[in-house]
């Protein structure tokens, strides 16, 4: 079963740095989304794509944060200076359309620890 | 505003009991309502969902849930637990007033002991 790829597994950076994380969603999806979960706390929408470019975003979403599909298979999340805050797991999810019919795939996350 | 309530950190079970890990809602609009599981070091795996139609939905692994819509409530349920049921439950819903935006549970961790 296609699945959705995410890399790296876990990243390790200095506060203030940037860092991209790395998706490759389904290959038949159109729809593309991040989401971040805290240590111990609920799952957060960040943004949702479609057709190259942001179709909902969340309040958590600054302008720290950026997402590109810099080709036909990627799909990244970038955060721009990273704070201590922005430690957590992060989840790329791919579905095929937008609503209630289609279930989002997610990959296993990169865990993102900032020092 | 929209949510989703998870009231139990964690459930333990005996290998073979029947299992209910509780979700209720509040949202605006028709609800479509999800399970996803997440095993350790693992990303969220779509177990089933409710969308119309039959209340009870069943989905992978031998789950199903059941929407209530005077309780606002899509428990999850399995007959008889296994060992490798044990994981992280999350329940989402969306609707067309979240603009199809998952809203999340807090998550139970299911325990099952053999």
């Known amino acids: 079963e296609p699945e959705v790829t995410q890399t790296p597994s876990h990243q390790v950076t200095q506060m203030g740095q940037e860092v991209i994380l790395r998706c490759v969603p389904i290959s038949n999806h159109l729809y593309f989304y991040w989401y971040r979960q805290i240590l111990g706390q609920k799952v957060e929408f960040l943004v949702s794509f479609y057709n190259n470019e942001i179709s909902e975003k969340s309040e958590i979403f600054d302008d720290q944060f950026s997402v590109e599909r810099p080709d036909g298979s990627n799909f990244t999340l970038k955060i721009r200076s990273t704070k201590l805050e922005d430690s957590a797991m992060y989840f790329c999810a791919s579905s095929v359309g937008q609503g209630r019919n289609q279930p989002q795939h997610f990959g296993d996350g990169t865990r993102l620890s900032i020092l | 505003a929209q949510s989703v309530a998870q009231p139990e950190d964690q459930v333990n079970v005996a290998e073979g009991n029947p299992l209910t890990v509780k979700c209720t809602y509040s949202v605006s609009g028709n609800p479509y309502l999800f399970w996803y599981v997440q095993y350790p070091n693992r990303g969220l795996q779509f177990l089933l969902k409710y969308i119309t139609g039959d209340n009870l939905v069943k989905g992978s692994y031998g789950f199903e849930a059941e929407f209530n819509k005077s309780q606002t409530s899509f428990h999850l349920k399995k007959p008889s637990a296994l060992v490798s049921d044990s994981a992280l439950y999350f329940c989402?819903?969306?609707?067309?007033?979240?603009?199809?935006?998952?809203?999340w549970g807090a998550g139970t961790k299911l325990i099952i002991k053999p």
């Open positions: 989402a819903v969306m609707s067309m007033d979240s603009n199809y935006q998952l809203i």
